[in-house]
């Protein structure tokens, strides 16, 4: 819980604060056609003064522990380094790695303010059938955690409420971006009888709208992950923002998860975020 109310750290701040501490996005970056793909949706926006951080980690070998120089994260030269376009205003592209498990490094990088990953895994957790480093940064986010599925820019952007802590957050990161403004905003509500929709829905519009954001909102009764699914199609969305609980795999064996029942059936990319507090 320390950890998680320490990285997370995407509400608004003074510009004082904002121009001593760039904000930090880390791209999960293993070389593949996944990792390509969630490179190419983070230039595809915006992020003025932001330091983006390459982050490649490369599987512990079986055997005596990692040398800690190895194990702590340091800079390195890949062979095709990321280099951004003048277009999304980044201030300096960083590429460190360490030898460490992806879900580690990723889920817990100093002070990161966005993670981005692609859709799928490869090597070792697939091996063991564990599932890619992006289902593990789903179910227990620290911060908040983008799957990014199409090289294009989040527009329109659906953004699921429930008025809980987890979605409330999801709301303040998504009215943070730095591409937000002039942006198409879903702001959608589903009643399932356990929230209370209008109320979501009320707190939300406000501070979108005072972001810049075009705000439209719907209200729908149904179970949560048929109607958000459906909406992504009604709505031609790129990005569907939700919160999480963060539910352990043993729990979600027994309760399942709608967040992640979106992120692998979202033809989109998908943003999950977590109240640091919960």
């Known amino acids: 819980h320390t950890k998680r109310a320490g990285l997370l750290s995407l509400g608004r701040r003074g510009q004082d604060v904002a121009m001593a501490t760039p904000r930090t996005l880390v791209l999960g970056d293993d070389g593949s056609a996944a990792a390509d793909t969630a490179w190419q949706w983070i230039i595809s926006h915006r992020w003025p003064g932001w330091r983006v951080v390459a982050a490649t980690a490369a599987v512990?070998?079986?055997?005596?522990?990692?040398?800690?120089?190895?194990?702590?994260?340091?800079?390195?030269?890949?062979?095709?380094?990321?280099?951004?376009?003048?277009?999304?205003e980044i201030a300096a592209v960083e590429h460190?790695?360490?030898?460490?498990?992806?879900?580690?490094?990723?889920?817990?990088?100093?002070?990161?303010?966005?993670v981005v990953v692609g859709p799928t895994g490869r090597g070792v957790l697939k091996a063991l059938?564990?599932?890619?480093t992006a289902d593990w940064l789903v179910e227990d986010p620290t911060?908040?955690?983008?799957?990014?599925?199409?090289?294009?820019?989040g527009s329109p952007v659906l953004l699921c409420v429930d008025g809980s802590a987890h979605s409330t957050q999801a709301m303040q990161v998504v009215a943070d971006l730095p591409c937000i403004a002039g942006t198409d905003v879903v702001v959608l509500a589903v009643s399932d009888g356990r929230s209370d929709p209008s109320t979501a829905v009320d707190r939300a519009v406000p501070v979108l709208e005072?972001?810049?954001?075009?705000?439209?909102?719907?209200?729908i009764e149904g179970?949560?992950?048929?109607?958000?699914?459906?909406?992504?199609?009604?709505?031609?969305?790129?990005?569907?923002?939700?919160?999480?609980?963060?539910?352990?795999?043993?729990?979600?064996?027994?309760?399942?998860?709608?967040?992640?029942?979106?992120?692998?059936?979202?033809?989109?990319?998908?943003?999950?975020?977590?109240?640091p507090e919960a």
């Open 60 to 88: 512990p070998p079986i055997g005596p522990p990692v040398e800690p120089e190895l194990a702590a994260l340091h800079p390195w030269e890949p062979p095709s380094p990321r280099v951004a376009p003048a277009s999304a």
């Open 96 to 114: 460190l790695t360490a030898v460490a498990d992806p879900r580690v490094l990723l889920g817990g990088f100093p002070g990161a303010d966005l």
């Open 129 to 132: 059938h564990l599932g890619s």
């Open 143 to 153: 911060g908040p955690v983008v799957v990014a599925r199409a090289p294009r820019p």
């Open 210 to 219: 005072a972001a810049g954001a075009a705000v439209t909102t719907r209200e």
């Open 223 to 275: 179970k949560p992950t048929r109607v958000i699914l459906e909406q992504i199609d009604a709505h031609g969305a790129d990005l569907v923002a939700l919160g999480t609980r963060g539910l352990t795999r043993l729990r979600r064996m027994f309760t399942g998860s709608t967040t992640s029942a979106v992120t692998r059936g979202a033809p989109c990319s998908v943003m999950v975020v977590s109240a």
